[in-house]
């Protein structure tokens, strides 16, 4: 990139808080790398105003970790690419976060690939290790971390993930690599079970809070936790969002961050327009992550969203057998009817031919 960050400028740029959109994978329809249309997701974001992007997580699909698959080094590679030419055509250094799964040595190589291609932090997901304990959670966690900078992430188990401690939180805050966390559980005990014990560790102004809560987005944005840590108290907040839902109608997204930033630096109250937004994007979200049917539809409903705009030219994942739930394309429809304010088409009507390139 034009201006490279080193570690400390991407932890104070996270504290900071940015829009950081989970990026999806785009298929032709025979199932292979649309590498136009990925390049034109990622140019996408970046104008739209995000800080970065999350490349190889659940959104891009896990599949894309399998060697026999033969994506997860092609796709890293096309986002860094396409981010670094954003770079330098406008000054700016979008922050680029790398998925990475698997047991300990294949997170680790995973790390080093994307350390390599230029990414500053790994979200890393603790699926694999379903059933370890705490220490040696820790030890996989300290042994990613001496690659890459850590961007913690807490999934939720309906999509893969497992219920971790706030014991475990506290430890894993304590890891001097440590950058960031994005909070998924869907949960409000387990969020806070993150917030407390990022606070408990002395890691408040340090570690910046993400949510990836995408029944509760607005919310978590919104919410100040101030929490009695021995003789004191501690402030806490969400500094910003990785999340699905951000991989569509990012303009929006980005908007909405700067209201609640702008809101949070006045000390103002908040309007009731924006608790409607949230109510609203709660709804959307209900049917492009397919709840009705305990998430089995979120990708394919992401793809719809973007296939409609132009962004994909399908809905297809590399599963055949992945596609919308039955009834999801009506409440997908229903919440296009209902909240065409959350939508920002023609931002992308505008340069989707300049995207497309």
């Known amino acids: 990139m034009t201006d490279p960050l080193g570690p400390d400028d991407v932890r104070d ?7 950081i959109p989970a990026h999806p994978l785009a298929l032709t329809a ?25 490349v190889g ?43 990475i799964v698997g047991p300990t040595r294949q997170a680790v190589a995973e790390a ?8 500053q932090a790994g979200l890393l997901s603790l699926a694999a290790l379903a059933d370890a304990d705490d220490s040696a959670l820790l030890e996989h966690c300290a042994a990613v971390a001496e690659i890459i900078p850590l961007f913690g992430f807490y999934l939720q188990p309906a999509v893969g993930g497992r219920r971790l401690s706030r014991s475990f ?35 408040a102004g340090d570690i910046a809070l993400y949510t990836g809560n995408d029944d509760h987005i607005v919310a978590d944005l919104l ?14 907040h969400f500094a910003g969002g990785l999340l699905g839902q951000w991989a569509v109608w990012t303009r929006c997204a980005v908007e909405t961050l700067a209201e609640v930033q702008q809101l949070r630096a006045a000390g103002a109250g908040v309007p009731i327009a924006l608790l409607h937004h949230a109510t609203a994007l709660t709804d959307a979200n209900a049917a492009l992550f397919d709840v009705d049917h305990n998430f089995v539809g979120c990708i394919p409903g992401i793809h719809e969203a973007l296939r409609r705009q132009g962004l994909l ?27 065409p304010d959350l939508r920002d088409d023609a931002f992308v009507a505008e340069h989707l031919d300049e995207w497309l390139r």
């Not at 034109?40 to 105003?49: C, D, I, K, N």
């Not at 030219?313 to 909240?339: F, K, N, T």
Request: with cysteine; charged share 25%; proline share 4%.
């Open 112 to 119: 080093d690939l994307a350390a390599r291609l230029g990414y």
């Open 169 to 203: 939180w506290r430890r894993f805050a304590a890891l001097e690599r440590v950058v960031a966390i994005k909070v998924a559980p869907f949960n409000r005990y387990q969020t806070l079970d993150v917030v407390r014990a990022v606070a408990e560790a002395g890691r």
């Open 223 to 236: 919410q100040h936790y101030r929490l009695p840590v021995g003789d004191s108290a501690v402030d806490v």
């Open 57 to 99: 997580v659940h959104t891009t699909q896990f599949a894309i970790h399998d060697a026999s698959v033969g994506l997860y080094e092609p796709v890293l590679e096309l986002a860094a690419t396409t981010a670094r030419e954003h770079a330098a055509s406008t000054g700016t250094s979008p922050i680029l976060i790398a998925g």
């Open 13 to 19: 740029a996270l504290r900071r808080g940015m829009v």
């Open 30 to 54: 025979a199932r292979r790398l649309d590498e136009q249309h990925q390049r034109a997701l990622t140019r996408y974001y970046l104008a739209a105003g995000a800080g970065g992007v999350a």
């Open 313 to 339: 030219r399908g809905r297809w994942c590399l599963d055949p057998e992945e596609e919308l739930s039955p009834g999801q394309l009506d409440a997908i429809d229903r919440v296009y009817a209902a909240y």
